[in-house]
């Protein structure tokens, strides 16, 4: 199902969904923290903390920070990529999923709503 919206309804959709999961009392993510998640969860892996970087134009120590604190929530782990020690590998988890999971339903029930 597509869903179309010009560019206030998307800010409206967002702001409705942000909402949402705040009363929910989850833990707040930045900006930064969220497009990592979504970019470990919903693109094929391996994740690198270098590729991350590339991707999103940031520096590592950038990605680092951010997934220090999803590593702390239980959201994402890191490990070292066994053929090449140089290179860490960032990881999905259980919590991290089911996480992802109740923010896509939050989104889709505020799409709705808006309908």
Not at 9 to 24: I, K, Q
Not at 105 to 112: E, F, K, L, T, Y
Request: aromatic share 6%.
């Amino acid at each position: 199902m597509a869903i179309e919206f010009n560019g206030p309804e998307g800010l409206d959709l967002w702001r409705r969904a942000l909402c949402e999961s705040v009363r929910r009392s989850g833990p707040d993510l930045s900006a930064r923290q969220m497009a990592i998640l979504l970019i470990v969860y919903t693109t094929p892996p391996p994740h690198t903390v270098r590729g991350l970087s590339e991707l999103l134009g940031i520096s590592k120590p950038a990605v680092t920070r951010a997934l220090d604190r999803l590593g702390i929530l239980g959201f994402a782990r890191r490990k070292r990529d066994p053929d090449d020690r140089r290179s860490v590998l960032v990881q999905r988890t259980v919590k991290g999923s089911v996480y992802l999971s109740e923010f896509a339903d939050i989104m889709a029930a505020s799409a709705h709503a808006a309908e």
